[in-house]
């Protein structure tokens, strides 16, 4: 890079070095925090660091009978799996109509699904935990994976990017004798993979990450799952062994490093191929 190229970059840099720190460095400091002691946390002015850490933190997390941080991981990460996967399965034939079937009101019928994005969560949550009520689902993997599967962002994502896969590829398919479905299978879903890795991404995250439906909706310390047990440690031990609360949550947090880094290059990639500008 040529001096005068790099000093025109500088400002970039610098801002892009600073938005880092910000992301970074609370991150840093709770990973710090979590191997002090308590009373090493609890002391004025607050300490960034211990020369003598506690691993014993992390290793109490395991040992307590009433925290079941393996349960609760291992029903974060199936549910949120199995929620990624139904919404595929739901969401994706769904977007594939709106994108290529040309039927009477099919414009109206999609404007009418965006517009259910407006209303509020609060507004349908009682009629939805009514609903998996009386389907005997609470409390159990059912109840954390099919509600919501009928993604409309999914739907919306997906619809944008199978409107620019150009449609001479389906009308040679159509010229081999390939059905809507084959063309859906053969052709439009290898072509979207990038597009369908940040959709996955994005909703397996979101899924992992959420809080408010598992907790109502979940009863037993078994069926928990990490976020939930997290906010319980916290209300239990939260004054107590704050240490403790705080490696729970660099624990939650491993399994979503874990995936960005590993799919970090496609999430990019598919935000950038799925543009918002549909033909």
């Avoid at 109502?216 to 209300?235: A, K």
Wanted: aromatic fraction near 14%.
């Amino acid at each position: 890079m040529k001096r005068d190229q790099f000093f025109r970059a500088l400002p970039s840099y610098a801002y892009l070095i600073i938005l880092g720190l910000i992301v970074v460095l609370p991150l840093i400091l709770i990973f710090s925090q979590s191997l002090m002691s308590n009373q090493e946390i609890n002391r004025w002015p607050p300490k960034i660091y211990t020369p003598e850490p506690v691993f014993s933190n992390y290793v109490n997390m395991f040992k307590r009978p009433d925290l079941k941080l393996g349960r609760w991981l291992f029903n974060s990460i199936f549910a949120a799996t199995a929620y990624t996967l139904a919404v595929f399965l739901i969401c994706a034939p769904a977007a594939y109509a709106f994108a290529r079937l040309r039927f009477p009101g099919n414009n109206v019928l999609f404007f009418i699904l965006l517009a259910t994005v407006m209303v509020p969560g609060q507004v349908t949550l009682i009629p939805n935990f009514l609903l998996v009520r009386n389907l005997h689902m609470l409390d159990t993997f059912n109840v954390l994976i099919w509600p919501g599967a009928a993604n409309v962002f999914a739907v919306f994502l997906l619809r944008q990017f199978f409107m620019q896969v150009p449609r001479e590829l389906e009308e040679a398919a159509v010229l081999d004798g390939a059905s809507y479905w084959g063309r859906f299978w053969r052709i439009i879903m290898p072509l979207s993979t990038n597009a369908l890795v940040a959709l996955g991404i994005f909703v397996f995250l979101g899924h992992y990450n959420d809080l408010f439906w598992p907790l109502i909706t979940t009863n037993s310390i078994e069926m928990r799952t990490l976020p939930v047990g997290l906010t319980l440690l916290n209300f239990s031990y939260g004054g107590m062994e704050r240490p403790l609360v705080l490696a729970g949550a660099i624990f939650a947090s491993i399994p979503v490093l874990i995936v960005y880094i590993i799919f970090q290059r496609q999430i990019i990639k598919g935000v950038a191929m799925t543009g918002m500008g549909g033909r």
